[in-house]
């Protein structure tokens, strides 16, 4: 089964090609461009890398957040119309699961967080138990202030994503001596690891219909906040 997958929740756009569970390419895009701008432009290289053509896709993969508001939506959008226009599966997943898909050998407990601004960070627990592949949610995704949610966490955490790396001192100073943290190549989301993921879920049939596929945000738009 070939798996086409995209991340666009953070500034960051990755894309990648998987065929039979296996990276066969990726590409990651990291300019100052819009997700928009650059989304169709990025598959058509990843596609040209593999030597493979968009009718070869047997199942389309997308984060759906938490994350950039603007960028889940333009990650969705795409893939939604790509899926139609073939008659193709698409199936979302959890940016955080995917970003904890990062440190599959870890003993611990894993805590991805993600920057939300407004002093907040997307967050959630996660446990490898056994010889499991992916990882299993221990508590609820949420958007909170880092403080609020260090204070409650016990026993050894890794940290990792761009929220980690922003509040590294805090987190450190309010979980002494059990607050560890990834090498800085395992902090960004890869569309690998969500490729991963979908086809898991897919197998298991886990998923929405396509038409039905939303974001998940946790919180209001800024916007939205102002209505």
Known sequence: MIVLASDTSTKKAHFALLEEG???TEVLVNTEKKHGETFLPAIEELLSKADREIEEVDLFVTTVGPGSFTGIRVGI?????LAFALDKPLVGVSTLETLAM???????????????RRDEVYTALYRFNGEAKYPEKTGDERAVAPVEFLEDIKGDIVFLGDGAIRYEELIRKTVPK???FVPSCQNDIRAGAAGLLGLHKFRRG???DAALLKPRYLRLSYAEMKR
């Open 22 to 24: 296996t990276l066969r």
């Open 206 to 208: 886990d998923f929405v």
């Open 178 to 180: 059990r607050s560890f």
């Open 77 to 81: 959008s795409a893939l939604k119309g």
């Open 102 to 116: 990062n440190v599959p050998d870890s003993s611990i407990t894993v805590c991805p967080m993600l920057d939300a």
